[in-house]
């Protein structure tokens, strides 16, 4: 499979995803959007697959939401009036793709308006020390609502609404971004990348299953109340007591040498 606005590329068990429109500042277009939508499939689908490692492509932008030259030619019309789940602006991210391997995201510039898709939705997050990140949506006269709606989830309400309701005429750098929660981690920029990959290597170490069922119990607890969340969570856990990785921890643990984990995940 081979794509045009993004590099898929696989080493060992971590694949890079790198949007790559850096003339346009990694604006996604129709064109990214589907293409995002078939590489989390194909992730999601691979076996050999544990992680990923998001990016964007160049060092002034990480993503700076929809293009607004597509706008401005009428193309994101044709979607406009779908339902949300068949919406092809819904679909760019692992979560919303229902891909439960872990992402960390690498954020090597500016993030606007729907690049907070990906910060929403990331796992772990780390960014240059040049990163910078902003919603313009109410500027252009739009409703700032999926992005502030999910990052709300993850960031103290004020701070999604100052980022919302300013529209731009503030900008979170990075040691702001690390001090609200946004970023997990601030690094040099000739840094962003090797750090992703050594988290992205220490956590393909542990078993595919595992991971990928406690990522989607932790992010599916918070769509419910606590009680139900529990309740999914122990359902998940009575699914994964007859999956061979959990003897094969033990065993491995015991006899002191690295576990033989069964290839997959969800």
């Known amino acids: ?9 696989q080493q060992e068990r971590v694949v890079t995803i ?33 992680c990923v490692v998001l990016t964007g492509a160049g060092d002034r932008a990480f993503c700076t939401g929809m293009d607004v030259a597509d706008v401005a030619q009428g193309e994101t019309q044709e979607s406009a009036a779908r339902t949300r789940d068949e919406s092809p602006w819904c679909h760019l991210t692992a979560v919303q793709n229902r891909c439960w391997k872990p992402v960390i995201t690498a954020v090597n510039g500016m993030v606007c308006g729907g690049g907070l898709h990906f910060i929403a939705d990331s796992d772990l997050i780390l960014c240059s020390e040049t990163a910078t990140f902003f919603d313009t949506h109410v500027k252009v006269g739009l409703v700032g609502g999926l992005e502030p709606v999910s990052l709300a989830r993850r960031l103290p309400l004020e701070a999604v609404l100052r980022m919302a309701l300013l529209g731009g005429a503030e900008r979170v750098d990075a040691r702001r971004a690390y001090e609200i ?25 542990h078993s595919p299953t595992a991971l990928a069922r406690t990522k989607r119990a932790i992010w599916e607890s918070l769509d419910v109340g606590l009680d139900e969340a529990l309740e999914r969570t122990w359902r998940i ?16 643990f015991v006899e002191k040498r690295r576990p033989r984990w069964a290839r997959g995940g969800e």
């Open 18 to 50: 790198t949007l790559s429109r850096p003339d346009r500042l990694n604006a996604f277009n129709l064109t990214m959007a589907r293409e995002l939508r078939a590489a989390w499939v194909k992730v999601k689908r691979d076996a050999d697959v544990v």
């Open 181 to 205: 929660g946004l970023v997990g981690e601030v690094v040099a920029p000739d840094m962003l990348l090797p750090r992703a990959h050594a988290l992205a290597a220490a956590i393909s170490q």
């Open 237 to 252: 856990i009575q699914e994964h007591n007859d999956h061979p990785d959990l003897k094969e921890g033990s065993r491995a």
């Open 1 to 9: 499979m081979t794509f045009d606005t993004i590099r898929y590329e």
